[in-house]
């Protein structure tokens, strides 16, 4: 498993709904380290085990990225960014920096992998079976491609790095992801899946 690069505020609605500056000239990224991440079983499950019951934990659907030997997107899957909030806002408040509020053992849940296609991906969140996320990622800022050359150019990346991609969106084929997190007080069902909706405009203009 590779590092996670999460990139940050990559839908300007969101930005706005947390009160937040877009990051249009860029994409910003947070890391995630390996020991966070938990991929789904064989039938796509997860269960992960919050470490303070008293925390309030928040959850994002986000399409995950993984790059393949030539440092290219080779499978996506979609994920569940966990952030516990109550920590984070007191690095927030502290000017402290996020680790323990965005990249603790299970903050980066993983659904089944497929292989990647460039095009336009509606990414729904249900938990409890209420929506509480579905957007398409034809609204990001930053395409795939695009977070993908900024990164390269800046950082060496390694073949099996994720790129977390903010979402908030069903995989029609095989990439989904039933997960539940669960503490001594509650338990959540949370299911996230991507669906493949159209061709990228690139291929469109290909096909004629």
Known sequence: MGLGWCCFRNYAAHAEEIGGDISEEYPRFFLKPASAHVEADENGNNVIELMN??????????????????????????????????????????RWPWTEGKAFRGSGVLGTWTKYQDGVLQVTMKVNGETKQDAPTSLMIHSVEDLVEHLSGWYDLSPGDLVWIPANTLIEYQAFMMGRTKSNTMTSDICVCLLYTSPSPRDQRGSR
């Open 53 to 94: 019951e008293d925390d309030h934990i928040d959850h994002e659907a986000e399409l995950v990225v993984r790059l393949g030997d030539d440092l290219r997107p080779e499978a996506m899957c979609i994920g569940c960014d966990t952030t516990n909030r109550t920590r984070q806002t007191i690095a927030k408040n502290k």
